[in-house]
């Protein structure tokens, strides 16, 4: 690697990963799609975006809490103390879906 911009991760790099590490990669995919869609995208589109697929989700089973558990772990490093407080509210409001 001679700078980080030609980085390129191996793949399949650790095939022993455990299914909770396995997840928060799958995790971490998903929030580099989602971000690589929405760029330029306003907070409050993000916001009503993020919530109306994840309420979906929820409702057709294919969101569990867990996967949002892992979803705010993901984010809530690379915001700040308003944002993260706010994403753990929407976090826990769609868990009561």
């Not at 997840?23 to 975006?49: H, P």
């Not at 700040?80 to 868990?95: A, N, P, S």
């Amino acid at each position: 690697m001679k700078d980080f911009k030609s980085y390129t991760p191996e793949e399949n790099k650790n095939t022993n990963d455990t299914p909770q590490t396995q997840e928060m990669n799958d995790t971490v995919q998903l929030a580099k799609a989602v971000s690589k869609a929405m760029n330029g995208k306003s907070q409050g589109q993000l916001l009503s975006t993020i919530i109306a697929e994840a309420e979906r989700g929820k409702r057709n089973g294919t969101l569990t809490n867990a996967d949002l558990d892992n979803f705010y772990n993901a984010l809530a490093p690379l915001v700040d103390g308003f944002k993260r407080k706010k994403l753990k509210e929407v976090i826990t409001q769609l868990k009561n879906i």
